[in-house]
């Protein structure tokens, strides 16, 4: 019987072919007690498995630096390797192996459990996601542990791909199926900032997650259909919706082969208008990714994925070694670098107690404030950097002046510190502020006085404005970024900007949404940041954009107060 069932759209594009099931082996884990006699051999049995998975990962990790694999795929595999080194995991299973004369199999998921609680507190939603790291490289050594570390699916005769049916995909199991025609992802779990997200979009390979139980409600080798644009997954469809999709798979195909021919052109409304399409990146990898579309430069760099899991603070060195690869990367081109955006749940060594309410707590710059020594090393790292190209610092979620003026007295400290060291730097680093808050959208002449350049990242100031936790599923469809308070907030910082002179980018999801662009186009935005696989596709809207004429309609749109009369007013720009 043919069924369609929906989750969330994570890598766009269709793709059709047969179920393939993938295991989750956490599921098989039993527990039982050992004899006493047997401790040291399944001390040894847990250490060999892992040291499996860590050549296995090894492999995997050269073979990013020969171009056989994704970029993406280099960082992941590096925490996986991290996580594995951690004592909290291997060395606190082996002593409950030691101490329980539990099998090692046990031990191992009990040490996964307690990291995965302390990642479920993280209010922010790229690092909450990283537990799903955690537990993949968990399974991994459980299957080696259980003796079936798993097959790749075979070639389908009939020339159909294989769509990859899982609870949860590593970014090692993803590139493991790279070379044997699979088609498309689907998981029970995940978000758009997870590593089968991120992966598949780097690959093209249509991907769904979120699905809930789909591995209990799929057939091994059943017909599917992913539609990875409209997040549904159709099972077993009949001819004529097979049809339907595959003239929308052969149209969509054709579609994306136009957009590379955009990479090399400059992006520009068809009245003149230059604009700048700057990338979004997580890790120092990715900055290659941003150059490959011939990104204009790194609007958003997040910083945060050097500081999780793990109980110190990554020192000067190794911050600097980052941010200087990014810098070099881009060779010449801009790299706006985020400090630190976490909040007091995070567990750092040092780190205060959790809150009941992280969102509204000591996050991001006041977080950063409250840890002067953290935030001195990581500006220090910062100004070194800088002397190998053109970065800019970017201060996370303020909400008043005196942020600024403390942020800035810290870096002229950094600044003196530096050159006490006789250490070279940029002595005029642009320094801009993060426009989250309704509180900073509306006092924008504090802002634009002290800081060169202001960005918008929308995900956090749509949750604040409409009091909407997007993590929330029970209120997740309240979160609207066309709602008219949403816009009107967005609208006046744009302009605010050009009155001051400094340039506004918008660095949330609204800026890689192909269907915003000729709305924030409309409200004057000349800078947009997002993923870069979502650079071209922006691209194309900007080409086909007069900005003379959406500045009018624009300015009648935003006169509007109810949310389903804009959202048709912007269908129809």
């Not at 694999?69 to 594995?84: I, Q």
């Not at 299973?93 to 996964?112: D, F, H, P, S, Y």
């Not at 259909?225 to 054709?254: C, F, H, N, Q, S």
């Not at 749509?462 to 967005?490: F, S």
Request: aromatic share 4%; net charge negative; with cysteine.
């Amino acid at each position: 019987m043919s069924f369609a069932v929906h989750g969330l759209a994570v890598s766009q594009g269709i793709a059709i072919g047969h179920a393939h099931l993938v295991s989750h082996a956490l599921l098989e884990v039993a527990h039982f007690t050992i004899a006493p006699r047997h401790v040291e051999s399944e001390v040894t049995r847990l250490h060999s498995a892992v040291a499996a998975v860590k050549a296995e990962l090894t492999g995997l990790k050269n073979a990013t630096l020969t171009g056989a694999a994704p970029s993406e795929v280099d960082a992941f595999v590096g925490l996986h390797l991290m996580f594995l080194e951690d004592p909290m995991l291997v060395e606190a299973a082996e002593q409950l192996i030691r101490t329980r004369r539990a099998n090692a199999e046990w031990a191992l998921v009990q040490q996964m459990e307690q990291l995965v609680d302390q990642f479920e507190a993280i209010e922010d939603p790229y690092l909450r996601e990283r537990k799903a790291d955690v537990v993949q490289i968990v399974e991994r050594v459980v299957k080696v542990l259980l003796g079936h570390p798993g097959h790749l699916p075979p070639k389908r005769k009939d020339g159909l791909g294989t769509i990859i049916v899982a609870h949860d995909l590593s970014p090692t199991d993803t590139i493991g199926f790279k070379d044997h025609a699979v088609a498309g992802f689907i998981t029970d779990v995940g978000g758009p900032t997870g590593h089968t997200a991120i992966v598949a979009r780097s690959m093209s390979i249509p991907a769904v997650v979120a699905l809930r139980h789909i591995r209990h409600v799929i057939k091994d080798d059943e017909m599917l259909i992913v539609d990875g644009t409209r997040g549904v997954v159709i099972v077993d469809p009949d001819e004529r919706v097979l049809e339907e999709y595959r003239l929308r798979k052969a149209e969509l195909e054709l579609e994306r082969s136009k957009l590379k021919r955009l990479k090399s052109m400059r992006p520009a409304t068809l009245d003149g208008e230059e604009v700048q399409l700057l990338a979004n990146i997580e890790l120092p990898p990715d900055a290659v990714q941003a150059k490959g579309v011939e990104a204009d430069g790194i609007g958003l760099f997040r910083t945060e994925f050097l500081f999780m899991s793990r109980d110190t603070w990554p020192d000067e060195d190794e911050q600097f070694e980052a941010y200087r690869t990014v810098v070099k990367t881009m060779a010449g081109r801009p790299v706006t670098v985020r400090t630190l955006d976490v909040g007091a749940d995070k567990e750092l060594e040092g780190a205060t107690q959790r809150e009941d309410n992280p969102a509204l707590g000591l996050r991001a710059i006041r977080y950063c404030l409250a840890e002067p020594k953290m935030y001195l090393t990581q500006l220090r790292a910062l100004l070194r950097a800088s002397h190998y190209g053109k970065l800019k610092i970017l201060i996370p979620m303020l909400a008043s002046s005196t942020e600024i003026d403390q942020t800035l007295v810290l870096l002229e400290k950094a600044k003196a510190q530096l050159r006490e060291r006789k250490i070279k730097f940029d002595e005029h680093v642009p320094v801009g502020g993060m426009i989250e808050v309704p509180a900073a959208a509306l006092c924008l002449g504090a802002f634009t006085k002290r800081l060169q350049f202001l960005s918008i990242g929308t995900n956090d100031l749509i949750q604040y404005t409409l009091a909407i936790d997007r993590g929330n599923e029970a209120v997740a469809h309240l979160y609207n970024p066309l709602h008219p308070a949403v816009l009107r907030l967005i609208h006046q910082t744009i302009q605010a900007g050009a009155k001051a002179g400094i340039p506004v980018s918008v660095c949330g999801e609204m800026a890689g949404d192909p269907d915003c662009a000729r709305l924030l186009i409309g409200m004057g935005l000349r800078h947009f940041s997002m993923h870069p696989a979502q650079i071209l596709e922006v691209k194309q809207e900007i080409l086909r954009a007069d900005s003379l004429d959406l500045t009018a309609k624009v300015q009648r749109l935003l006169k509007l107060e109810e949310p389903d009369k804009v959202r048709e007013a912007v269908e129809k720009l």
